[in-house]
């Protein structure tokens, strides 16, 4: 059995990373500490927005994030909120950034 990170625990180490590459982020719903699942959504600051969810691939068992909704910023604030009326442990993290970086491509962010 592999150890997994809790939800706490990943939220946190995830926003000191963008602290230090000084993208601002906030945790606009906090969830179940241990166990619940992260959505991030990146705010490009033009009135567009993207939603991440971490996922597992069922062909390598390895985990990656990709894109749950994208469009404009009120579509992607009504998934975000219809995702919270299903699971109310989830946790949401927003990313401000006018290029497009939430650093979710770097290693280590998958797990």
């Given amino acids: 059995m592999t150890a997994r990170l809790t939800a706490d625990f ?3 180490a995830y926003l000191a990373r963008l602290q ?3 993208l601002p ?10 166990a ?3 959505l991030v959504k990146l705010a490009t ?3 567009r927005a993207r939603l991440f969810q971490r996922s ?3 062909m390598t ?8 909704a994208e469009g404009a910023e009120a579509e992607v604030d009504a998934a975000v909120a219809r995702q919270r009326r299903t699971d ?3 946790w949401v993290i927003e990313v401000e950034s006018r290029e497009g970086r939430t650093l979710l491509d770097e290693e280590g962010l998958a797990d």
């Fill in 20 to 22: 230090a590459a000084h």
């Fill in 61 to 68: 068992g390895g985990r990656a994030w990709i894109v749950l």
């Fill in 56 to 58: 597992v691939d069922l």
């Fill in 45 to 47: 600051l033009d009135g």
């Fill in 25 to 34: 982020a906030y945790v606009t719903a906090r969830g179940d500490p241990t």
């Fill in 10 to 12: 990943w939220v946190r």
């Fill in 88 to 90: 109310p442990d989830l």
């Fill in 36 to 38: 619940g699942a992260v």
